[in-house]
Antibody, heavy 122, light 107 residues
Framework: QVQLVQSGSELKNPGASVKVSCKAS????????MNWVRQAPGQGLEWMGW????????TYAQGFTGRFVFSLDTSVTTVYLQINSLKDEDTAVYYC???????????????WGQGTLVTVSS | SYELTQPPSVSVSPGQTARITCSGD??????AYWYKQKPGQAPVLVMY???ERPSGIPERLSGSSSGTTVTLIISGVQAEDEADYYC???????????FGGGTKLTV
């Protein structure tokens, strides 16, 4: 079955970097883009952007440019989210989610990874 | 930036019908999608392209669309339906996604 398994929780100091992984299985990895979504404690879902698993090209949402980097390794069917220069407000659960689409303007996510909690605290 | 508006909360008794709305200016031109999230769990897709139900989702969940508002309808609400529900769509270009603020359904 289609499955996305993310790496475990992280505790980081402000200013450090973190790299979250998302391993896909059960489907052709390069056939679907991958989304990243953030959920701060007690808050709603926030779309961060996506990465093409075919080309490696990434699209970042407003507010997620500069310190956030999406990457992938097709040999291990894994996408990565790296956050640099961590701030307290980066504390959140980060989800990867496979992107399904039937056209350039119609897209949704299914399934989602289990989420990775990143805590930024000194 | 583009926004989707949902009511913060909806409360219904077991067996009643819950209606959760999502409003946005681009919804006449863009489909909406719905996700259900229980505490401590990842979101799950429950409706796509306004009215299409993924396999495994109960038939008592349905969707409707009218103008700038889409609605997730849950008939015969059960205790297991209690969760946060998020709508998702895109701007007119389809390049930028957006989520609604979420609606907490209390049964």
């Amino acid at each position: 079955q289609v499955q996305l398994v993310q790496s475990g929780s992280e505790l980081k100091n402000p200013g450090a970097s973190v790299k979250v992984s998302c391993k896909a299985s059960g489907y052709t990895f390069t056939s679907y883009r991958m989304n990243w979504v953030r959920q701060a404690p007690g808050q709603g879902l926030e779309w961060m952007g996506w990465i093409s698993t075919n080309t490696g090209n990434a699209t970042y949402a407003q507010g997620f440019t500069g310190r956030f980097v999406f990457s992938l390794d097709t040999s291990v069917t894994t996408v990565y989210l790296q956050i640099n220069s961590l701030k307290d407000e980066d504390t959140a659960v980060y989800y990867c989610a496979r992107l399904l689409s039937t056209s350039s303007t119609e897209s949704w996510s299914d399934p989602w990874g289990q989420g990775t909690l990143v805590t930024v605290s000194s | 930036s583009y926004e989707l508006t949902q009511p913060p909360s909806v409360s219904v008794s077991p067996g009643q019908t819950a209606r959760i709305t999502c409003s946005g200016d681009a919804l006449p031109r863009q489909y909406a999608y719905w996700y259900k999230q229980k505490p401590g769990q990842a979101p799950v897709l429950v409706m796509y392209k306004d009215t299409e139900r993924p396999s495994g989702i109960p038939e008592r969940l349905s969707g409707s669309s009218s103008g700038t508002t889409v609605t997730l309808i849950i008939s015969g609400v059960q205790a297991e339906d209690e969760a946060d529900y998020y709508c998702q769509s895109a701007d007119s270009s389809g390049a930028q996604w957006v989520f609604g603020g979420g609606t907490k359904l209390t049964v």
